[in-house]
């Protein structure tokens, strides 16, 4: 049976045979014909130019990042102050039947006692209307 050899062997082949394997590495780098090589460097260096114009766009968006940072920061300031001093306004509120939920503040706020009342009530007449129909 074949046996691989280890690591340090393998790494004291590769520097002895240094220059036999630069051998090889040229001879498969010759393969290709000249014109072909020529086409192909023409590309590597268009790619290039796209990789240095994508490098200015990313400078661009970390500069405007940067820019942005401060206004995010005011935003969550002052975000957090009109959650503590809500008014809930009433684009604000969603009404669950049994209480009132701020979707701006996430509070939950129980339903006015005089309101709730006469909800109660005209639930109740709801209810007697539907028997005497
Ligand atoms: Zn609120």
């Known amino acids: 049976m074949e046996t691989v050899p280890s690591l ?3 790494l004291q082949a590769i520097a002895r ?8 590495l ?5 393969l290709s014909p ?3 090589k020529l ?4 590309k590597e260096k268009k790619m290039q130019g796209f990789v240095e114009d994508i490098g200015k766009i990313e400078d661009q968006i970390l500069a405007l990042v940067k820019e942005k ?5 005011e935003i969550s300031e002052l975000r957090e102050i009109m959650v503590k001093d809500c008014i809930h306004q009433k684009s604000d ?4 039947g049994t209480h009132i939920v701020c979707k701006f503040c996430e509070r939950k706020l129980s339903i006015p006692r005089k309101a ?8 109740a007449e709801d209810a007697v209307d539907e028997v005497s129909e």
């Open 116 to 123: 709730y009342n006469a909800m109660v009530e005209a639930q």
């Open 8 to 10: 340090p062997t393998l």
């Open 93 to 96: 509120l969603a009404h669950l």
């Open 34 to 36: 000249k014109a072909e």
């Open 17 to 24: 045979d240094d220059d036999e394997a630069t051998k090889h």
């Open 39 to 42: 086409a192909w460097k023409r």
């Open 69 to 73: 940072m401060p206004l995010d920061d």
């Open 26 to 30: 040229d001879a498969v780098a010759s």
